[in-house]
């Protein structure tokens, strides 16, 4: 059973390496922009579905990420992946900070105070004229090559850290701590008489999805090779990243990669279309989501798909 | 040798008085019960022990070291070990992990995961939850919940274990095989204290029991000498009783 | 002209009660915090507009149609969507209305588009003097309007049957319903309330101010700021904390700078939220009895 579902993965992977060689141009874009959301969705789920604390601004670390590589490449002439460690290291320096008292609060309130430190951010950001243009923006030096080699690039690199995010949450899942994450998700004060330190595993947890994300916006800066405080703090990014995770299934390692993936390509296959609601079928979908399959598809539908299962949320949950 | 000392222990939320001037003592290798009718102050002189909430006045003494500003994870790395009232086991992991968590980050500290599973295997097989040890915890009954809690604790390697009214809800069939495992933990030299609503269980396991009542301790003493305490009757008996009627 | 920037920041912040009593007692009651808030208080907002655009109706006058409408979008959404899934995980419910919010604010950028509109009448512009301190007069309304409506809440909640039960659900839901209260009733009249409330203020803020789809997610953040300030569920709460950061974002924008007032609200936000999260006056922090 293990061995099948890991030949599956393995499979997968293989088809995701061989793919830029039959495909080009548009479909190498979209699955970058899928890797890109799979990297952010796998990299939070280590505080979200791991840890149990729903960092709905965990997107700061994208915005920062970016900027990070953005200043790096531009002020300071530093090859692209040079600038990458130090996206992890600034996500792990923030996240550490504003842990100690935001991870105090429960439920919501972190919630609501983790997108309150991602706006707070984005001012800063925006009013930082000098060493990030602010609201005009920031360009980066824009990579020399043919298109389709560049394409394919950053096609690698996005899914090199998709890959890399997925093997930390794995890793995270297999170690000692990994288990002190999952008793504080369940109960925080049964895990902390059994002996865990409960803050500081929190802010561990949050630590490694800053870095993770934080990388993965370093990526995004240089492969769009344009950044501006609006698109990389916020937009639809939050709620997207959260559709992502409860969709595939937040307590696992590979769902919230597959959710990504679902979300991605029907976004692009359906919506692209309709260009014009396609932020109301967002809308839509997010509901859709919370309504019927809040456990996740794979969890929801084990066993074999049926209607009736689409409705035993509602069942469980109605007033 | 007393394990663990209260001192005038007291605890208050703004004006309200939760406990006030509690005093006693735990010896080694005891087996103290403390009962109390409901609102007595019971779970919050657990949870001070446990140091899950602030204490407001007086000391409370573990091995010779005060505790009063000590987090909860230290208090269990000393070998404070504790089970809860409303019996939550961590989702998503089996029994045994659930276990091994205990194994992981308690007194005992396993630096490895083989390590945690011969731990965690062992504390199972204590409170005979073996067979169902790749079970979810979620879907046992509440009695092997209650079990599983204990259990969790025990892979701790505490040497003061609390009990948050393990029997409660319990059939008698069940009572007396929960009766019978805590005095297997009380044989493998481990102090205990228990908090429990289930008189006729308590009085059957413990050497001594302190009695609470509205925040003061009101009586201390052996079982059969607590049965006959006038005051106990009065405040414990009479108005819980009185009530049901 | 300090004393002209505290009445600035007073006026503001009456707007700012009125918008954050609806969002506190939507979740101080419901347990739900509302992302949506502020698209629904835009709702508000586009039905002045084109009553007044289209059918020239005063604006005053549009106001209890823009009550009654979101009154009943507002008890629908609650009845026929939310009750589907209150019980769920706390977050489940805020992506839900993070959901709605990005339906409504895309419906509203497709379908009146993402231009910002105002609402002028012929007395716009005109203005009062006293003490050397500017007060236009329909800031001055827009002010009353907000005290008044606020006031009337507070007593609602206080002296009504309907109120107490919504009280009584916001403090104990199991209690209420053994004394027979449904709370899928009260949920959805508290709901259809909050959305009343800010659909009143978004129809107010349309007088005020240049509006857009865009700046919902604003909206919804001074509301909870409101909310957070005050406690939750308390409308004398909301009434405090509304002028407390109307005053504190029109003095910080005069002396730090226009831009950083975002990220001083939002400053402000959490650090309340570590300091003190049961708000000013107090009350149960919901996230210790049920998450």
């Keep these: ?319 | 040798m007393a394990i663990l000392e209260a001192k005038n222990v007291a605890k208050s939320y703004g004006g309200l008085k939760v406990l006030t001037d509690v005093n006693f003592e735990v010896n080694e290798g005891e087996i103290v019960g403390i009962i109390g009718p409901n609102g007595a102050g019971k779970t919050t002189f657990m949870n001070l022990i446990s140091r899950l909430t602030p204490i407001t006045g007086g000391v409370i003494t573990y091995k010779g070291e005060i505790i009063n500003e000590k987090k909860p994870h230290e208090i269990a790395k000393m070998g404070i070990a504790r089970t809860f009232q409303v019996v939550k086991p961590f989702g998503g992991l089996t029994v045994l992990e659930n276990v091994m968590v205990g194994a992981f980050y308690g007194k005992n500290n396993a630096k490895s995961k083989s390590e945690a599973v011969t731990i965690a295997e062992e504390a199972l097989q204590i409170v005979g939850l073996v067979d169902v040890k790749d079970k979810d915890p979620r879907i046992l009954p509440l009695a092997k919940r209650k079990k599983l809690e204990v259990a969790r604790a025990l892979a701790m390697g505490p040497d003061l274990l609390l009990l948050d009214e393990v029997m409660a809800g319990l059939s008698t069939r069940e009572l007396d095989d929960m009766m019978a495992e805590i005095i297997k933990l009380k044989q493998k030299g481990i102090t205990i204290i228990a908090i429990e609503h289930v008189m006729k269980a308590i009085m059957g396991i413990s050497d001594r029991i302190v009695v609470l009542h509205l925040g003061k301790k009101i009586a201390e003493g052996k079982p059969e000498l607590i049965v006959q305490n006038p005051d106990v009757i009065e405040a414990y008996l009479g108005s819980k009783y009185a009530k049901k009627e | 002209m300090i004393l002209q920037i505290l009445v600035n920041g007073i006026l503001l912040g009456g707007f700012y009660a009125l918008i954050g009593v609806g969002f506190s007692l939507v979740w101080g009651v419901t347990n739900i915090i509302n992302l949506a808030h502020g698209a629904i208080a835009l709702l508000g907002s586009y039905i002045t507009y084109y009553m007044f655009q289209n059918l020239h109706i005063d604006p005053f006058i549009t106001l209890p149609v823009s009550f009654i409408v979101l009154y009943i979008f507002g008890y629908l959404v609650q009845r026929y969507l939310m009750n589907m899934v209150v019980k769920a995980q706390i977050f489940m419910l805020l992506i839900l209305t993070f959901g709605m919010e990005i339906f409504l604010v895309n419906f509203m950028t497709t379908f009146f588009s993402a231009d910002f509109r105002s609402v002028t009448p012929d007395y716009a512009g005109k203005s009062i003097e006293i003490a050397g301190v500017v007060v236009p007069y329909i800031r001055l309304a827009v002010f009353a309007i907000c005290m008044i409506v606020t006031a009337i809440m507070g007593f609602f909640l206080e002296k009504t049957w309907t109120g107490k039960a919504i009280r009584a659900t916001s403090l104990d839901l199991e209690a209420a319903m053994m004394t027979g209260i449904s709370p899928r009733k009260i949920y959805s009249i508290t709901f259809a309330l909050g959305s009343a409330l800010a659909g009143l203020s978004g129809s107010l803020l349309s007088l005020t101010q240049a509006f857009s789809p865009n700046i919902a997610g604003g909206l919804t953040l001074r509301a909870f700021i409101v909310a957070i300030l005050g406690g939750l569920g308390r409308v004398e709460g909301a009434f405090l904390g509304g002028l407390l950061l109307g005053v504190i974002e029109t003095v910080s924008s005069f002396y730090i700078g226009e831009s950083y007032k975002n990220a001083i609200a939002f400053g402000l936000m959490v650090f309340m939220l570590i300091v003190k999260p049961s708000g000013l006056l107090g009350r149960k922090y919901y996230a210790e009895v049920k998450h």
């Design chain 1, 1 to 319: 059973m293990i061995n099948k579902k890991l030949i599956l993965f393995f499979a997968f992977i293989i088809i995701l390496i061989l793919l830029p060689f039959v495909i080009s141009g548009y479909w190498l874009r979209v699955l970058t922009q899928t890797f890109l959301f799979g990297a952010i969705a796998t990299g939070s789920n280590i505080i979200i579905g791991f840890t149990g604390y729903p960092a709905f601004g965990n997107i700061a670390f994208f915005g920062v990420g970016a900027y990070v590589t953005g200043v790096l490449t531009t002020k300071y002439n530093m090859p692209f992946f040079a600038t990458l460690p130090f996206c992890a290291l600034s996500g792990i320096i923030i996240s550490s900070l504003l842990g100690i008292p935001i991870l105090r609060l429960k439920g919501h309130y972190f919630a609501i105070a983790t997108v309150g430190v991602m706006e707070t951010i984005k001012e800063l950001v925006d009013n930082m004229t000098e060493l990030t243009g602010g609201g005009l923006g920031l360009t980066l030096p824009i990579m020399h090559g043919e298109p389709e080699y560049i394409y394919k690039f950053f096609y690698f690199v996005m899914l090199g850290v998709m890959l890399f995010s997925l093997l930390i949450l794995f890793i995270v899942s297999k170690i000692k701590q990994g288990y002190a994450l999952r008793a504080i998700r369940v109960d925080e004060d049964a895990a902390s008489v059994m002996g865990i330190n409960t803050p500081l595993y929190k802010t561990f947890a949050w630590a490694v999805s800053a870095a993770l994300v934080g990388i993965t916006g370093g990526v995004y800066a240089y492969w769009l090779s344009y950044i501006d405080p609006h698109t990389v703090f916020g937009g639809t990014y939050p709620v997207k990243m959260f559709a992502m995770i409860l969709l595939g299934g937040g307590t696992t390692v590979i769902g919230p990669m597959l959710g990504a993936f679902i979300l991605e390509l029907i976004s692009e296959i359906v919506w692209s279309k309709f260009i014009a609601i396609h932020g109301m079928v967002l809308g839509l979908l997010i509901i859709f989501i919370i309504l019927f399959l809040p456990k996740g598809i794979f969890e929801t539908f084990k066993g074999g798909f049926s209607f009736k299962k689409l409705f035993s949320n509602l069942r469980e949950n109605r007033l």
